[in-house]
């Protein structure tokens, strides 16, 4: 019962360093998600793939860079971080067919503070 | 830009009381869907509604679609402690790109 597993779930940055956020899928889904949540802002799309092979920009794209590795797999990269990355990066997953109500999975989250 | 408003954003009440949570957009989803998040952990699928006008129950909770599939309540009856948590709702479009996000209702129940 994985279901959507991301590593790490804790990371303290030095600004300007470089760091990879890792997800992968058991399921099968074909849509990939990343999301960014902070406080009082809610849940923020950061990428996305709706597909293996494709990749999408969301709501809040500047300053990362993401990878669709395969089906399974699906990484968040921030190539200088700064401290306004500092949140919570969950990793969600779901079968999109078109018609768009299927449940997204969602890993436990990474815990990201940059200082 | 948020285009789904969650209201309260904080709610503390007592056991065995009733309470509301609304999620209002101006825009037209496919449909709308209902997470809880609890803490460290990733939020959890509650329903979706599809339908305008539609409800569902889930033991307690009751959710409702708008008729006009802009807007949607989560009813809880007779809160329990085991209901504290953040819930979330989501607003799902045509289109692959994902969930657009309410910011949330944080919930305490207190005994």
């Known amino acids: 019962n994985a279901g959507v597993t991301q590593t790490p779930k804790f990371q303290v940055l030095k600004t300007g360093q470089s760091m990879t956020l890792q997800c992968a899928q058991d399921m099968n889904h074909n849509s990939m998600y990343w999301y960014r949540q902070d406080p009082g802002m809610g849940l923020r799309l950061i990428y996305y793939s709706a597909s293996e092979g494709t990749t999408d920009k969301g709501e809040v794209p500047n300053g990362y860079n993401v990878s669709r590795l395969n089906k399974r797999e699906f990484s968040l990269r921030l190539e200088s971080a700064a401290p306004s990355q500092t949140s919570v990066y969950f990793c969600?997953?779901?079968?999109?067919?078109?018609?768009?109500?299927?449940?997204?999975?969602f890993g436990q989250g990474t815990r990201l503070t940059v200082v | 830009t948020q285009l789904l408003e969650q209201s309260p954003q904080f709610l503390s009440i007592q056991e065995g009381e009733n309470l509301t949570v609304y999620c209002n957009s101006s825009s037209v989803f496919s449909s709308l869907q209902w997470y809880r998040q609890e803490p460290g952990e990733g939020p959890v699928l509650l329903v979706t509604v599809v339908t305008g006008g539609e409800v569902k129950k889930l033991k307690r909770l009751t959710f409702q679609f708008g008729d006009a599939r802009k807007d949607s309540s989560l009813h809880i009856t007779a809160a329990q402690p085991g209901d504290t948590g953040l819930y979330l709702c989501?607003?799902?479009?045509?289109?692959?790109?994902?969930?657009?996000f309410g910011k949330g209702t944080h919930l305490i129940i207190q005994p």
């Open positions: 969600a997953s779901r079968t999109w067919t078109g018609v768009g109500n299927t449940e997204a999975f």
């Open positions: 989501a607003g799902v479009r045509w289109s692959a790109d994902g969930l657009t």
